[in-house]
């Protein structure tokens, strides 16, 4: 099964406490192809200008990555995004960000993407998500992920409002969900975006790993503990890649599905924050996965009678 993907691809520039780079392959679409494409095939939906280097759709090419929905304005300028962040890693303060091109973006699926059953709506302006959407005939499970950026505009939240009703999972981090719900207990957020439409929250909590809420229950996993984190730009859509991507290759969907693909998820996310960029994701295999959800499982299993009864 293929998963199809419209979002960001972006040139970033990010400073964080252990460097800097400048003019990088980023953008959410970018990290989420790349980090499904281990499991399955990846149908992307973008846009980029003229000043996309050849090298990044080379790589994009080099993976089972479809790039036939990827169109290339000759006369307009990338994606950009600009972000610091401190010590603090779980918090991206942006300095700037430049539409370019995806301001007149109007997506047009290839006919055969609109079969895609499996889609996910990666953080770009929620109108282009709806568009895509509204294009795929009877998808079976849509995720859908945004940011303070589209949520904290009235209109833009109006139009992200319209996607949620609509997906099957919302993926956002704890601030994400605690701004669009003005909720501050978590759970209680996730209920009231529930209460939308969707069958499952999954909140992500960057070190401190990911909760799925559901109707069918509540779900924590772990984030794979790393000795070092150079750059976690993408963790967020490198754990959706993960988690679609092995939804997608299994056709497993129930519950219990779902908390495996958590696990996935995490374990992807864990390789991108190595390095800055999509860097630990080239050439990402299937035996360095293998070994960290063997080492997840061991370091959150235990064993206990419970408490005895005195
Ligand atoms: P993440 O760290 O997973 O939340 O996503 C990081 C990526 O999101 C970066 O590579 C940026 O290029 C991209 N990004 C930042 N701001 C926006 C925005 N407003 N719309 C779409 N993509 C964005």
Same mark, same amino acid.
């Given at each position: 099964?293929?998963?199809?993907?419209?979002?960001?691809?972006?040139?970033?520039?990010?400073?964080?406490?252990?460097?800097?780079?400048?003019?990088?392959?980023?953008?959410?679409?970018?990290?989420?192809?790349?980090?499904? *494409?281990?499991?399955?095939?990846?149908?992307?939906?973008?846009?980029?200008?003229?000043?996309?280097?050849?090298?990044?759709?080379?790589?994009?090419?080099?993976?089972?990555?479809?790039?036939?929905?990827?169109?290339?304005?000759?006369?307009?300028?990338?994606?950009?995004?600009?972000?610091?962040?401190?010590?603090?890693?779980?918090?991206?303060?942006?300095?700037?960000?430049?539409?370019?091109?995806?301001?007149?973006?109007?997506?047009?699926?290839?006919?055969?993407?609109? &079969?895609?059953?499996?889609?996910?709506?990666?953080?770009?302006?929620?109108?282009?998500?709806?568009?895509?959407?509204?294009?795929?005939?009877?998808?079976?499970?849509?995720?859908?992920? *945004?940011?303070?950026?589209?949520? %904290?505009?009235?209109?833009?939240?109006?139009?992200?409002?319209?996607?949620?009703?609509?997906?099957?999972?919302?993926?956002?981090?704890?601030?994400?969900?605690?701004?669009?719900?003005?909720?501050?207990?978590?759970?209680?957020?996730?209920?009231?975006?529930?209460?939308?439409?969707?069958?499952?929250?999954?909140?992500?909590?960057?070190?401190?790993? &990911?909760?799925?809420?559901?109707?069918?229950?509540?779900?924590?996993?772990? &984030?794979?503990?790393?000795?070092?984190?150079?750059?976690?730009?993408?963790? %967020?859509?490198?754990? /959706?890649?993960?988690?679609?991507?092995?939804?997608?290759?299994?056709?497993?969907? *129930?519950?219990?599905?779902?908390?495996? /693909?958590? /696990?996935?998820? *995490?374990?992807? &996310?864990?390789?991108?924050?190595?390095?800055?960029?999509?860097?630990?994701?080239? %050439?990402?295999?299937?035996?360095?996965?293998?070994?960290?959800?063997?080492?997840?499982?061991?370091?959150?299993?235990?064993?206990?009678?419970?408490?005895?009864?005195?």
């Amino acid at each position: 099964m293929t998963v199809l993907v419209v979002g960001s691809l972006a040139l970033d520039s990010v400073q964080t406490p252990f460097g800097k780079v400048d003019d990088v392959l980023g953008g959410a679409a970018s990290y989420f192809s790349l980090a499904a *494409s281990t499991f399955t095939d990846v149908q992307l939906v973008g846009v980029i200008g003229a000043d996309f280097p050849r090298q990044h759709l080379d790589l994009l090419a080099s993976r089972p990555i479809d790039l036939n929905g990827l169109q290339r304005i000759q006369n307009g300028k990338t994606f950009r995004w600009a972000g610091r962040y401190d010590y603090d890693l779980n918090v991206a303060h942006t300095l700037d960000t430049q539409l370019n091109v995806f301001a007149d973006f109007d997506p047009r699926l290839p006919e055969q993407y609109r &079969a895609s059953e499996y889609v996910y709506l990666a953080n770009i302006l929620p109108s282009l998500q709806l568009s895509v959407l509204e294009q795929v005939r009877q998808p079976r499970f849509v995720g859908l992920d *945004s940011m303070n950026f589209w949520i %904290g505009n009235p209109d833009t939240k109006r139009d992200l409002t319209r996607v949620i009703e609509r997906v099957t999972a919302v993926f956002m981090n704890d601030a994400e969900i605690r701004q669009y719900t003005g909720t501050y207990h978590l759970l209680q957020a996730a209920r009231e975006i529930l209460d939308l439409g969707p069958r499952v929250v999954l909140i992500k909590k960057g070190e401190h790993g &990911a909760m799925a809420v559901s109707r069918e229950g509540v779900f924590v996993i772990a &984030a794979y503990p790393l000795e070092e984190v150079k750059d976690p730009t993408g963790a %967020g859509d490198s754990f /959706a890649g993960g988690f679609m991507g092995h939804l997608a290759e299994s056709g497993d969907t *129930s519950w219990d599905g779902i908390r495996r /693909a958590m /696990a996935y998820g *995490s374990v992807v &996310a864990s390789f991108a924050v190595e390095d800055f960029s999509v860097q630990r994701l080239i %050439g990402l295999t299937r035996d360095e996965l293998r070994e960290r959800l063997r080492l997840l499982q061991q370091v959150t299993a235990f064993q206990t009678d419970l408490l005895p009864t005195s």
